[in-house]
């Protein structure tokens, strides 16, 4: 590694029992698990909380009040960023981190387009869950499924 001029950066360099501890490597977090109907255990995947954390706020920022595209361009955009991010984290268990980023889409794409035409209130009614993901084009997550929208 010397030769390439490659160095490991000590703080960051740890041993790790992955039957004991989890730990987070490649925006993944691995370790033991549970299922969780049975309580058996077994040494899976998942995506880490900071990514998929990281992926919530590139989604806010996406749809944050300034930007003033139209909304086909817009749902373009959060599309290509959904589906590259589930293209990645599409292994391990994947319900709990997909059911976040979905709800987070639909909260974040409802309130984008509840002040962008002025819906008083929530917006719940005008651009319902089924409206987001279906008629406006928004990419819902979901495993072992075709990504395009519905």
Do not use: C
Not at 50 to 63: C, P
Not at 78 to 91: A, D, E, I, P, V
Not at 93 to 108: G, I, K, L
């Amino acid at each position: 590694m010397m030769k390439l001029g490659l160095t490991l950066n000590e703080t960051k360099t740890s041993v790790k029992d992955a039957r004991a501890e989890s730990f987070d490597f490649l925006g993944y977090t691995l370790g033991p698990r549970r299922f969780p109907k049975t309580g058996g255990r077994y040494l899976g995947a998942a995506p880490s909380k900071k990514s998929v954390q990281r992926v919530k706020t590139k989604i806010g920022d996406l749809l944050s009040p300034g930007e003033k595209g139209a909304w086909p361009k817009v749902a373009q955009r959060l599309n290509h960023l959904l589906g590259g991010w589930s293209g990645y984290f599409s292994h391990g268990s994947v319900a709990a981190p997909y059911r976040a980023v979905n709800r987070h889409v639909e909260d974040r794409v409802r309130n984008f387009l509840r002040r962008r035409h002025k819906t008083p209130g929530r917006g719940t009614r005008r651009f319902s869950r089924d409206k987001v993901f279906g008629e406006l084009g928004a990419m819902r997550l979901q495993r072992g499924r075709d990504l395009s929208p519905t």
